[in-house]
């Protein structure tokens, strides 16, 4: 089987239905198992390639027809299957699927049926039936739209009577009124008198008792009758009742037991209507459900009315009870069945409108919509004559006025059926319709009433079934392509047709066939008389073909001569019998001059006796010699045993029996330019290998005339795969190189980090990568690819002191790959998860990073190239950062020294000045006080004593703070030897107070220093 053939093969095997797949000139390619159970046609190994129209032709005859509906068998055998065709593949084919509608074309006919009887039961009803509008519920109310007879023979008037009227409130009252004539004296009627008189209570309560009356009376005639008699609180009924309640006649019942007969859901209702009967005379009509004594579930009318009075007060009441279990069985299928045909206008495939009698749409199904492209709404209150509609016969001519649907049924009141009208939708596209519809009957307008030539109900109008039939149309004018490209196919390709009809035992043949075979156009056309036309060698085959095809249904394909000896040209005659009911009743078949082909296949055979040495020993692929007719007439080469082809599969092929249909079309298009004169070489993929395709034209024995093609055909896989290898490497150098910038410029190591990720995702292409650097002792997953947690949840920190392969790749600074780990002995001291290859690379001091897959031998050799270079890359960057760090920490000392220097000089002089100014003070203190004295007794010698204290304790604060300038140049020079001594804090204190006291006075400051000793001085 080809592949073309083998996809369609397995198109038509998926469905669990009936399938046929048809070629675009109408032959059928395949089919499934459940088709081949339903045709028997189908059995007959010529079945395939032949015409549908000659293997089944009542489904060629149904999927033309209108509706597309086909039936099998007979009776209540019957099946029936609706064709859904759809196009399959790039060549004009189709793929036609047969659903079995059949349950719903016979629950279409019931509900058809069911609704007929419907409307004739309604029709026929003695009671007053009729149908109104849903609105307006205010005045004037809804508008009737139809009655039935017994509503017309209800409402007759009579001379004399009472009419209601409506008020200026528009409250209702009742008018008895009477007209009487006004005479003059010549006795002639002058005017008319009327007398009118508000009897509305009188008429309530005569309405009131008559219809008390009037119940009571039917009651009695079509059901039983009862009587309570309030006195002495007995209860009487009639047999009718004891019939309907299933009691044996004459057994007492009490009222509570009479109540108790009825559902327990009902009897509230009556229950609460009978008190107030009995207490305020009031009747009740109620239809309530009973259970009989038999168990058995009815209902019933129920009426009471009071019977007696006396003194004002009820004393014995009255009624009846009618059996009303049909009419409420019946009331409940007229439920289900308007139920049924609402649900049927809902489902049904195509819309349903209906038109009042003025010609205005007023009802749609939701089909609506899709058939006459605008939605129920807009349709609504539109004309049948709307110019919008823009309304044409699907020609395209205009339609008068009078030959509208609506506007024939109007006319004549008689239905239309399979008007073929075409309307424009809202976005100018047209859409044919076929239209059926049928008046609604209804009040028949009388003797000059409506409109002239109105043949419509006054309260009827018309319903409409619209088919969209645009695409069956579109269809049957393909078909009248189709069937004028055949009759022109039959002369392009010199092709004719025959028949032989074995009942009327007559011939047929078009004026091709009688060319070809060189018979005048009057000759008869019978088979017996073209046998005697072949070469005498080849009669008994056709004789043969004939026979069989009569007797045993069997197709015929002959290529044979006909012509004398002299001239002599082969034709090739194709047969296939056609049954009805088993026998075979026609056959038709084609002729075909092939006399050229002949020729040709005789030149082949020529050149393939001269290609055949090449053909065999073709060392590098194969070689295919192919005629006009795209057939591979000799194949060879050692490809064809590498890809396990021969060349007896082969021969006799064409590209689309061996590749698929994408493939065999773009080879097509080079074989003809090759068979045109011109070389082509080409390449193309199939099955997942890359092949070169050469082809040169093949000239005949004058070297003028092309009469075959030859490809070359070699395999360019590994070339291919090498180079992509190639060019795949070098778009990751490319990539690479390209990222670099980017790894040079990262300012920190997690920027390092990040650029790595990001790099042997997107320039190598792998998912799985971690970043380790070293953390306290650790090497510490800082940078993990988020896609690697798919396959490997556990990233712990490693000691790059301890005992697993990513430290001593740390510590040995030596590449680790791993092609597949599941071959490796590791402890399981780790969750490595699905991980598989892995490469682990160092950065000298800084850390280590991993690549790592799935799937083994992944990463490969190039692949582990650039992941080092990449390391050496961020092991230089990463120096780089911790150098410009430590240049950084140093400036950052430098500065801080200055700014000590500074600080300590300020400090410096403040503690020079201070001990200074001191000094100064109080010797020129001491200065005054000697000047100031006459004699040396008058010097105040414990103040001088005070005076000079204080000059030694500044010089002392001098000396230290010379002592400790010279101490911090030692300790910069590193010549200081420090020991630890004891310091007295308050002594210091007290000091310090004493030195910083003048300057506290000056300023108007207390100063004082307290220690544990107490309150300095």
Known sequence: MSTGRFVEAQEAGRQARPVLMISGTGRLRNYNEQAAALFSALETSEALGSPLSAVLP?????????????????????RYYRLVESPFGRRPGRTVVLEDVTEQHLRRRQVDREHRILLR???????????????????????????????????????????????KDETPYWLHWSIAPVHGGTGKVERWVSVQRDVTEKQRRKEKLRRQKSLLEQTQRLAGAWEVDLRSGGLSWSEKIYEIHEIEPGTEVSVEEGIEIYAPEARPRIREAFERLVEEGEPYDLELPIDTAKGNRRWVRTVGAPAEKEEGEVVKVAGAHQDITERKRAEQALRGERDLLRRLLEISPNAIVRLDREGTLVQANGQVEEVLGAEEEEVLGRTYNDPAWNLTRPDGSPIPEEELPFAQIRSTGEPVRGAEISIEGEDGERTHLSVSGAPLEGKSPGRGEGPAGDALAEEGGAVFYLSDITEQKRRKRQLERQNDLFRRAQEIADVGAWEYDVKDDEGAWTEKAYTILGYPLDADPHPRNAVDFYHPEDQPRVRDALRRALEEGESSDLEVRVGSSEEVRWVRIQGEPQRENGEVVRIRGTIQDITERKERERALRKLKSRYQTLVDNFPDGAVYLFDENLTYQLVGGQELSEVGLSAKEIVGSTLHDLFPEDIADRQTRYYHRTLDGEKCVFGETCQGRRYRIQTVPVRGEGGEEVTAGLAVVQDMTERWLQREKLEGRKAKVRALYETADRLFQASSPEAVGNVLVEVIRKALGHEGVSVRFVREGHLVATHVAESTFEFMPERPDFPIDGENVVAEVYRTGETLAIEDLDVLDLEPTYDYGDLRSVVVVPMEEYGVFAVASPEPGAIGEFDTHLIEVLARYATLVLGRLEREKSLLEAKEEAEEAARLKTSMLANMS??????????????????EEVRDADRPSEVDLGTLSQFSRLIEEGGHRLMETLTGVLNLSKLEAGEMNLAAEPVDLAEQAEQIAEELRPQAEETGLALRVETGEGLAP
């Open 121 to 167: 039961a309604v029709e026929e009803a003695n009671q007053a039936i009729l149908v109104t509008e849903a609105a307006p519920i205010e005045d004037p109310g809804p508008r009737i739209t139809y009655v039935n007879e017994a509503f017309e023979e209800m409402t007759g008037y009579t001379e004399e009577e009472e009419t209601i009227n409506y008020r």
């Open 910 to 927: 403040h503690e020079i000045r201070t001990p200074l100014t001191s000094i100064l003070g109080f010797a020129e203190a001491i200065g």
């Open 58 to 78: 009542n489904v060629a005859d149904a999927l033309v027809g209108e509706p597309d509906l086909l039936t099998l068998g007979e009776g209540t055998e019957a």
